[in-house]
């Protein structure tokens, strides 16, 4: 047992970040002489989360980061080489062990850059190499990608809830699934629109801005709210924002008046007040007027107390005064949504004769799960405007028709024609190339102003939180007449 259990955790090596049936496949395929076998695998969600309309693409740069270290260290190899078998014996032997030890990443990936607006069934990442070395890849992909993804779409909708002049923070540390759990979703909540954080870390480690106020402990060790306030000025003198709900709000408010009048004969300004329960619309108007006839019309109206994105429209339907949003809980945790469900899946494999590839596909009773065969590509039609029109799915190993029409899987009926002169833009794009990275990785503020235009340029029927336009994502009709003839192929005729 490691008795650093926490600091212990994140050893140089991540590689055993991953699922057991990966490393057992792995070997499978050792032994089986099928290790070297082309193989391409595409990661993807069936579904936008949030009962909504569309994703954010995020964690790529995470993956990327643990791709490029991926190796099997002393330690790593030594504790698979302890694993024992239901009889006792040793689950991997040496010589697979020492192949791992040797093992080079010498993968293709290509991916969509972080802050892309996606939609189910489409590839976020596509990766082409031997078929062991794409399968290890698949469970520390999934656990980066589907999380950030996940909370960087919660942050966008909050984000448009709260409209693009008022600050987002993110609260939610405390409440998060352990450390990493909070130092991830701080990172994609700023990817997705969030303006700061309270987490000192991710500001330490990814360059997102810091803010805080203080908590009602601090109120709570003064004599009363006045003396309490003072102090938290005299110490922040210029980023001071008091809670003022410790006792009763609107009494707060006004001694924060006091002390803020004290503030400004010195040359200082009180930045704000937070109110973080009770009816946060009464309370914000409430506030916004006392503040405002004290002559205090700057200072700004912090709100927290489990907010997200429909409770934050409801608020400004409301009249609310609220210029910050403090976030925490339900954004950190995707409180109404667990997990994004993103898949990896087996889509061709390179014939034994070298002569071509043997598409793949996986069938299910649910016509969803049916997964698309093929060396996928994503393209963005756009309209006259530059906005996003529809996307297709085309697999690059087939050459595409004069004519394109997009197919929608679901429902064959539905059909798009696409003129030839319609403008568009591939969205997966290259990463690695035999091993090496070939993608100058964007900053998180890059990544966080694309989001922003990418979300803004969807149809706001679209972006609507109640039953949501669905965007149109279609396979190419090339594509889903083979996709429909190999699901023949392979499922049985059933007697009557």
Same mark, same amino acid.
């Given at each position: ?189 700023? @990817?997705?629109?969030?303006?700061? /954080? +309270?987490?000192?870390?991710? %500001?330490? #480690? ?5 803010? =805080? &106020? ?92 489990? @907010?997200?994105?429909?409770?934050? /429209? +409801?608020?400004?339907?409301? %009249?609310? #005064? ?5 976030? =925490? &809980? ?104 035999? %091993?090496? #990275? ?59």
């Amino acid at each position: 047992m490691n008795a650093a259990p926490l600091s212990g955790l994140y050893a140089p090596s991540l590689t055993l970040v991953t699922d057991l049936y990966q490393l057992t496949m792995a070997y499978g395929y050792w032994q089986q002489g099928l290790q070297d076998r082309e193989a391409v695998f595409h990661l993807y969600f069936r579904k936008a989360p949030f009962q909504g309309g569309y994703a954010v693409a995020a964690g790529l740069a995470l993956a990327v980061d643990w791709v490029e270290n991926l190796h099997f260290s002393d330690d790593d190899l030594a504790y698979l080489g302890s694993l024992r078998g239901s009889k006792g014996t040793a689950m991997f032997p040496p010589e697979f062990l020492e192949y791992l030890r040797q093992l080079k990443f010498t993968c293709d990936i290509d991916a969509i850059a972080e802050g892309t607006v996606v939609f189910g069934n489409e590839p976020l990442v596509r990766v082409r190499g031997p078929l062991l070395q794409a399968q290890l890849l698949e469970t520390a992909l999934l656990t980066l990608i589907n999380f950030q993804t996940l909370i960087a779409t919660k942050s966008a909708r909050i984000r448009e809830a709260a409209g693009p002049s008022d600050q987002i923070l993110e609260f939610g540390l405390r409440r998060a699934q352990g450390f990493d759990g909070g130092l991830g979703a701080s990172r994609a909540a700023f @990817l997705g629109g969030a303006d700061a /954080t +309270s987490n000192v870390l991710a %500001g330490q #480690r990814y360059g997102i801005p810091v803010r =805080g &106020t203080h908590a009602h402990s601090w109120v709570m060790s003064f004599e009363d709210e006045v003396t309490a306030f003072s102090a938290y000025a005299k110490a922040f003198p210029d980023d001071s924002v008091f809670l003022v709900d410790t006792y009763d709000t609107l009494e707060g408010v006004r001694q924060a008046i006091k002390v803020a009048r004290e503030m400004r004969a010195n040359g200082h300004e009180l930045a704000g007040i937070r109110l973080d329960s009770g009816d946060l619309a009464y309370l914000s108007r409430e506030a916004r007027a006392v503040l405002d006839e004290a002559g205090f019309t700057e200072t700004r109206i912090v709100a927290s107390n489990d @907010l997200e994105e429909n409770l934050i /429209t +409801s608020l400004k339907q409301q %009249g609310a #005064r609220i210029d910050t949003w403090g976030v =925490g &809980t339900q954004l950190v945790t995707a409180y109404n949504q667990a997990a994004l469900g993103g898949v990896y899946k087996l889509a061709a494999l390179r014939k034994a004769d070298d002569s071509g590839w043997d598409f793949t596909i996986k069938l299910s009773e649910q016509v969803a799960k049916t997964s698309v065969p093929g060396i996928l590509q994503v393209r963005r039609y756009l309209n006259e405007y530059g906005k996003p029109r529809a996307d297709m799915l085309y697999n690059t190993a087939e050459p595409l028709p004069d004519q394109l029409t997009l197919i929608d899987p679901l429902d064959s009926t539905r059909r798009l024609a696409i003129k030839p002169e319609t403008k568009f833009r591939e969205l997966l794009e290259p990463v690695f190339r035999q %091993g090496k #990275r070939v993608l100058e990785l964007p900053t998180l503020a890059e990544s966080r102003a694309h989001a922003q235009r990418e979300v803004q340029s969807l149809d706001p029927s679209i972006r609507r939180f109640l039953n949501p336009h669905t965007f149109p994502v279609g396979l190419e009709k090339g594509l889903y007449d083979y996709r429909t003839q190999l699901i023949l192929e392979k499922r049985p005729v059933r007697p009557a």
